[in-house]
């Protein structure tokens, strides 16, 4: 099984400012298949990023993905009210598909 | 646009099964797989499996291996989950999502979830 571990487990700011959060894995990633998901309360995950760096439609350019390997980055380059929610990767490289634990990005 | 939507909550005791639905809506329910995913109080998300939508070949994650089930009925563009011998740890909000590109694959998207309480 491949272990997402997801750091920090909060992160406190303010609107405007920029988040980076970060998504490790067990080991290296087939393809960089790794997704990024946003929840907020009572609602289900929203597809933010796929194939570690792609945008999924609709998705404003404020989010960004990065990272290769075992080491993947979610950027949000500007905090909107809307962003502060919680955070998930995903990788879908084996057979047993996992996720990490979350950051929850909340205002500071 | 392509929507999935699923049955409403359920309160079930020890031992007993739930089977919850995802209605498809907007794309050609045989082109893509459905996977299963659940989120107990305060947990990370939990894959449990998926369908081959066209061909109905199941697999499912070893953790659940046993007590769940996933069918479909490509007529009514639906998938049920079934989880059978619950117990209170099997409490969670239950979610079904397309899988895009492939079996295996980034989900969009997802249902709305369904609350499935066990309590005695």
């Known amino acids: 099984e491949i272990v997402l571990t997801q750091s920090p487990g909060t992160l406190s700011l303010s609107p405007g400012e920029r988040a980076t959060l970060s998504c490790r894995a067990s080991q290296s990633l087939l393809s960089n298949f790794l997704a990024w998901y946003q929840q907020k309360p009572g609602q289900a995950p929203r597809l933010l990023i796929y194939g570690a760096s792609s945008r999924a439609t609709g998705i404003p350019d404020r989010f960004s993905g990065s990272g290769s390997g075992t080491d993947f980055t979610l950027t949000i380059s500007r905090l909107e009210p809307e962003d502060f929610a919680l955070y998930y990767c995903?990788?879908?490289?084996?057979?047993?598909?996992?996720f990490g634990g979350g950051t929850k990005v909340e205002i500071k | 646009q392509v929507r999935l939507v699923q049955s409403g909550a359920e309160v079930k005791r020890p031992g007993a099964s739930v089977k919850v639905s995802c209605k498809a809506s907007g794309y050609t329910f045989t082109n893509h797989a459905l996977h299963w995913v659940r989120q107990a109080p305060g947990q990370r998300l939990e894959w449990m499996g998926w369908i081959n939508a066209g061909t109905g070949n199941t697999k499912y994650s070893q953790n659940l291996e046993g007590r769940v089930t996933i069918t479909r009925d490509t007529y009514a563009s639906t998938a049920y989950m079934e989880l059978s011998s619950l117990r209170s740890e099997d409490t969670a909000v239950y979610f079904c999502?397309?899988?895009?590109?492939?079996?295996?694959?980034?989900?969009?998207?997802w249902g709305q979830g369904t609350l499935v309480t066990v309590s005695s």
């Open positions: 995903q990788q879908y490289g084996s057979s047993l598909l996992t």
């Open positions: 999502a397309i899988a895009v590109a492939g079996l295996y694959s980034w989900f969009d998207p």
